[in-house]
């Protein structure tokens, strides 16, 4: 992200910070960042604790939101969306109830970040339902583990032809799962093949793995793509590199998990004063 987009999404995310007078002491904060050259439009299906939906990110832009402790959630990418003045419409891949903000779960092929918070958290990128755009899921300052997960490659552009889900241009815009597109007991994980031992990698999965090995391929997968970390934030990022330095707001400074460390709260007024004239003409959300 280049520092003049940096510094508008910052004035964006802690504007909302500050009218919304959330008390971020008490629940786990998340920022998610678009560095995809093509618009994506994030959803979030939360349990009753917490009341999302999805809105847009257009390249560069980024967002942020709060999640309570006990939070089980997951956010992923729409893609090709068209939603009218009302937020109706449909998307290409991950659409999740023909509206902006998602009344449903994302419908496959998605790339999908799943959270559980608790006093540990739970959380990994899951391939299982497919594939349909690069996401990494990167925790701040944790205590644990707290590996980054997520898939760096874009599987679309090898995708087997079997898998690839299609645009009507015929540009391949997801890679479906062998579950999805087979529905057979094998590759869903079912009937007789509904336990960790019948359950095996098929071939799909397999490259799926090959190609994004911190990322959870086969319903089974467990041992090596589930993550705990505790007291930490999150950073969702699409089309970003695990290893990416990524910042988000924590304990009332901008805490960043490479060299670009902290910013106090007076260096944050300062950009909000420097960019508040190109702030007026931006529009994160429709």
Same mark, same amino acid.
């Given at each position: 992200?280049?520092?003049?987009?940096?510094?508008?999404?910052?004035?964006?995310?802690?504007?909302?910070?500050?009218?919304?007078?959330?008390?971020?002491?008490?629940?786990?904060?998340?920022?998610?960042?678009?560095?995809?050259?093509?618009?994506?439009?994030?959803?979030?299906?939360?349990?009753?604790?917490?009341?999302?939906?999805?809105?847009?990110?257009?390249?560069?832009?980024?967002?942020?939101?709060?999640?309570?402790?006990?939070?089980?959630?997951?956010?992923?990418?729409?893609?090709?969306?068209?939603?009218?003045?009302?937020?109706?419409?449909?998307?290409?891949?991950?659409?999740?109830?023909?509206?902006?903000?998602?009344?449903?779960?994302?419908?496959?092929?998605?790339?999908?970040?799943?959270?559980?918070?608790?006093?540990?958290?739970?959380?990994?990128?899951?391939?299982?339902?497919?594939?349909? @755009? +690069?996401?990494?899921?990167?925790?701040? #300052?944790? !205590?644990?583990?707290?590996? $980054?997960?997520?898939?760096?490659? =874009?599987?679309?552009?090898?995708?087997?032809?079997?898998?690839?889900?299609?645009?009507?241009?015929?540009?391949?815009?997801?890679?479906?799962?062998?579950?999805?597109?087979?529905?057979?007991?094998?590759?869903?994980?079912?009937?007789?093949?509904?336990?960790?031992?019948?359950? @095996? +990698?098929?071939?799909?999965?397999?490259? #799926?793995? !090959?190609?994004?090995?911190? $990322?959870?391929?086969?319903?089974? =997968?467990?041992?090596?793509?589930?993550?705990?970390?505790?007291?930490?934030?999150?950073?969702?990022?699409?089309?970003?590199?695990?290893?990416?330095?990524?910042?988000?707001?924590?304990?009332?400074?901008?805490?960043?998990?490479?060299?670009?460390?902290?910013?106090?709260?007076?260096?944050?007024?300062?950009?909000?004063?420097?960019?508040?004239?190109?702030?007026?003409?931006?529009?994160?959300?429709?």
């Amino acid at each position: 992200m280049d520092p003049n987009s940096r510094n508008v999404s910052m004035f964006l995310l802690f504007s909302f910070i500050f009218v919304s007078g959330v008390k971020l002491s008490e629940s786990t904060n998340f920022t998610i960042i678009n560095n995809c050259k093509e618009t994506v439009w994030p959803g979030m299906t939360p349990d009753d604790n917490y009341t999302g939906g999805g809105f847009t990110l257009k390249p560069g832009q980024s967002a942020f939101f709060y999640a309570p402790t006990g939070w089980h959630g997951r956010i992923w990418g729409r893609t090709g969306c068209k939603f009218d003045k009302n937020g109706n419409g449909s998307c290409e891949t991950g659409d999740c109830g023909n509206n902006i903000k998602c009344l449903g779960p994302g419908q496959p092929p998605a790339s999908i970040a799943d959270f559980t918070l608790g006093d540990v958290d739970y959380y990994d990128v899951s391939l299982v339902d497919g594939f349909n @755009l +690069p996401i990494a899921v990167k925790p701040i #300052f944790g !205590k644990g583990n707290c590996s $980054a997960v997520g898939c760096d490659s =874009d599987l679309r552009e090898n995708c087997p032809s079997e898998l690839a889900l299609k645009s009507d241009e015929g540009k391949t815009v997801a890679c479906r799962s062998a579950c999805n597109v087979f529905n057979s007991d094998e590759f869903c994980c079912r009937g007789t093949f509904s336990t960790p031992v019948a359950c @095996l +990698p098929t071939n799909y999965s397999t490259a #799926f793995k !090959k190609a994004c090995p911190a $990322a959870y391929s086969f319903a089974y =997968d467990d041992p090596t793509s589930i993550v705990t970390c505790s007291t930490t934030d999150y950073v969702v990022t699409f089309c970003s590199s695990r290893n990416q330095t990524q910042c988000t707001y924590h304990d009332n400074e901008l805490s960043c998990n490479g060299a670009e460390g902290l910013m106090s709260l007076w260096q944050i007024w300062t950009i909000l004063i420097l960019t508040l004239s190109a702030v007026m003409n931006f529009h994160l959300l429709p």
